[in-house]
């Protein structure tokens, strides 16, 4: 449980934080291998396969699909980025504060506040994810960014959950009651002692979070609600691929690989961070 | 048994916290978006007037609720804002689709999931690693992209299987198959897991010192411990299946009350959509439930710890 700071400093910690440098550093200069512009359309080009002018082949508008694919990485993964920071900005202080357990004398004013919000992730897990993003998707209409939106709202309850749990066992620990000993308030128990002391688990949750983030943002494009189409991302690459796919199969395969590789990836590096958390106690 | 009835309580609070949210949240769609649905719907203001009435939009939002709870309790869902049919009716109309490719995908799901995890956890060397392998594969592919390439495979270049549509057992098999080889990845993933904690326990290597049977130790000891985090797992995705696959409802172009949903997103027939959330909501907390019913049977100690 106490795994947290360690973890800043353990000897693997840089292959960890290269491998995300990697995959950013990736993201930022694959446009400029991209051979075309990937909004140009040459409608004589249309659903051409794969071949040594068209790489990945061509989709209905006779677009580059490489081209299209290494420039919509950066909107994916920026759709990812912002529902993965909004289910993390809502769901961390959400789930600590469903964690904390006032002292006995103090904060005994808002002892109401923990069960609530308990009830409140609960009741916010019940609703599966993507009927979630639906919800939303009702609420603010469809288009990338509240595709992001949506998705992001789908994990707060998934995030809140563990970070209650990690939590809760912070807030027992010895170094909580040494600290409430010598007079410190709540507020400073719960952000400055009880968080860094859930780092591991905290970044699990992100990685976590950015995973389905990025699952359920590219299930909301395909299924029609990402808006603005012309634009390259790879839930929307999925959707042209979907109405095209008997023709021409792979305009939709390629930004599936993409799309898997990216999950594994993060899952490869979210699994690292948990077994690692729970053997090094 | 005292533990399980508050569980019970807790539940039936869950649910009325749920609805409520969906049903606040629904409401701060502008009341005026709804009168331009209607009037895009190609709807008379009479007729528009007449809705509005007859699904009680013009009583102020606090008697709105109280309306609302008051059929919820008698199971009444609420109806249609584009054609005034019962939701509950709607629902029940797609209900058997979805418990069809819920039943059949989850039956894939337990056999590849358990297989996969019992393979990661207890087999060697290669084996161990290919399902590892496989295990993380089917966790990363999401539906939308293995649901295309599975109908491309089988139904554009093979011929062998239809790509959609429901009623016959064979337009069943693709959309069963892929996604319950997704839903394998979560359940393999916990198996795994439960399996690799339980095999190493001192009482597993008692049991193998006494000389007792390599099944025996295996089913007595090492399953049936493992036991309660899988039919855990397996009860939560029932529950989600149950609630609407709809990504996979719509690739292989099935009905359901996940193609259901997704057309009331996209015509903002928000009644639809709060019914089928409340829908959702209450098979996920009664399927929690039932988890934690069957695994106190299950596991002597929570029974007595409960």
Known sequence: ?????????????????????????????????????????????????????????????????????????QRTLAIALIAALLALSVGIPLGLLAAWQPASGRGA??????????SLIEALFAIPGLLLGLVTITLIGSGPLPVAIAAGISQIAPVARLIQVAG??????????AARA???????????????????????????????????????????????????????????????????????????????LMVWVADRLGTRLTTRNNGGG | MNGLARRALAAVFTLWLAATLVFFALRLLPGDGLLTQLIESGASPATIAERRAALGLDQPAA???????????????????????????????????????????????????????????????????????????????????????????????????????????????????????????GIGRVTQAALAETIYQPHVQTARAKGLRRATVFLQHVARPALPA????????AAFLLGGAVVTE???????IGRLLLDATLRQDYPVVQGIVIWAATVVIVANLLVDFTIAAVDPRLREGA
Request: charged share 10%; hydrophobic share 55%; no cysteine.
């Open chain 2, 63 to 185: 008697v709105q609720y109280a309306r609302f709870l008051g059929s919820l309790l008698t199971g009444d869902l609420g109806s249609s804002l584009l054609t005034g049919q019962p939701i509950v009716e709607i629902v029940a109309q797609q209900v058997g689709a979805t418990v069809e490719l819920a039943v059949a995908s989850l039956a894939v799901a337990v056999t590849a999931g358990i297989a996969l995890g019992a393979l990661a956890a207890l087999g060697t060397g290669l084996v161990r690693s290919l399902a590892d392998a496989v295990l993380a594969f089917v966790l990363s592919a999401p539906v939308y992209w293995t649901g295309t390439l599975a109908i491309f495979v089988f139904t554009a270049q093979l011929g062998l299987l239809p790509s959609g549509g429901a009623g016959r057992l064979s337009q069943l098999i693709l959309p069963a198959l892929v996604l319950g080889l997704q839903l394998s990845g």
């Open chain 1, 109 to 118: 004013a808002l002892s109401w506040l923990p069960s609530l919000l308990n």
């Open chain 2, 230 to 237: 899988i039919i855990g797992q397996i009860g939560i995705q």
């Open chain 1, 168 to 177: 809760r066992g912070a807030l027992i620990s010895p170094y909580v009651e």
């Open chain 1, 182 to 260: 010598i007079g410190a308030d709540e507020a400073r128990v719960l952000f400055r002692h009880a968080l860094p002391n859930i780092a591991g688990q905290i970044a699990a949750a992100s990685v976590l979070a950015f995973s389905y983030s990025l699952l359920n943002s590219a299930a909301l494009s395909f299924l029609g609600l990402g808006g603005a189409l012309g634009d390259p991302d790879w839930g929307a690459m999925l959707y042209d691929g979907r109405q095209a796919f008997r023709i021409a199969p792979w305009v939709g395969i390629a930004p599936g690989i993409a799309i898997t």
């Open chain 2, 250 to 256: 719509s690739i292989f172009s099935r009905p359901g």
């Open chain 1, 1 to 73: 449980m106490n795994g947290g700071l360690a973890l800043i400093s353990q000897r693997r910690m840089p292959w960890r934080a290269l491998t995300i440098l990697a995959l950013i550093v990736l993201f930022v200069i694959a446009p400029a291998f991209a051979p075309y512009d990937p909004m140009a359309t040459a409608p004589t080009d249309q659903f051409l396969p794969p071949s040594a002018a068209h790489w990945l082949g061509t989709d209905q508008f006779g677009r580059d699909v490489l081209s299209r694919l290494l420039h919509g990485g």
